[in-house]
């Protein structure tokens, strides 16, 4: 844990946000990094799961100096700007929906996870949220309400959205098999959803913070045809998925199943606060004007 002989660090931040390292990082290159007392360590961490391409990657590098000598922000409301679009091209190529694709930029993972819903919620006018038990879906509210893993995220900060329900996520190691899993989603459908009022399924194609646990393509085939029976919206949660970290560029291309919307966060910017809201078309077009939107 934190160095509690650092004062800099014990009289300006929260206890609950104390670091693992006893000293300040001061250098990072590839895979390393160095602190202020020059340990050098080999960063398996990768600022959890974002610097899929290393510290300082050269591309990175060369990317950033070439926008600081043009400008530093714009809303892209008032002023769009061309590497967001181009940004949004190539995603809409590479991400595997069959069907017409548009990105929608954004700032991190919760907050991609909470406009992914709140689009979803708006096109199928219904209420409800399913979501899976062991998953994690980010710290704002509705993130939070959606995360199926109570301690640390959740404990004290209740209550949560009632129109989410969280369904059982197949895990043979601990005795839940993919029908368990899927027969929880038919039991929450008998018991405390109206399949007709639900709006979206949002999964994570492997639990991140839940233990690396991949889902099989049974249960991803499956949990769309529930969807799709049901006029139900899939969304995958790619944040942690995306970029290479399942041997593909997106989990999704492992799978063979097509969501409705797609989360992506962490690896898009090489160490950079990013993050988009990729859909079928039809969807994201449905928005009124102004109903979604960001500062940066």
Known sequence: MVNLMNNAITQNVPSAWYSTLENFIVKGKNAEIWDSEDNRYLDFV???????????????????????NDFSHSCFAFAPHENAVKLS????????????????????????????????RYYT?????ISFKGGFHGRTYLAM?????DKPYKEGF?????????ALYPYSYRDISDDDALASIKDLFKKTLNPDD?????????????GYIPASNYFLKSLREICDNHNILLIFDEVQTGYGRTGEMFGAETVGVNPDLVTLAKGIAGGFPLAAVLGKAEIMD????AGIGSTF
């Open 145 to 149: 309400g959606l995360t199926g893993k």
């Open 286 to 289: 449905t928005i009124h004007d």
């Open 158 to 166: 209740g209550p949560f959205p009632e129109f989410v329900k969280h």
């Open 125 to 129: 006018n219904k209420k409800s949220i």
């Open 46 to 68: 990768g600022g959890y799961a974002v610097l899929n391409t290393g510290h300082l990657h050269p591309t990175v590098v060369e990317k950033v100096k070439n926008q600081l």
């Open 89 to 120: 091209e190539e995603l809409n190529k590479r991400y595997p929906i069959t069907s017409d694709t548009k990105t929608f930029m954004v700032n991190s993972g919760a907050e991609a996870v909470e406009n992914a819903v709140k689009i979803a």
């Open 198 to 210: 639900t709006a979206a399924a949002v999964v994570e194609i492997q639990l991140g913070e839940g």
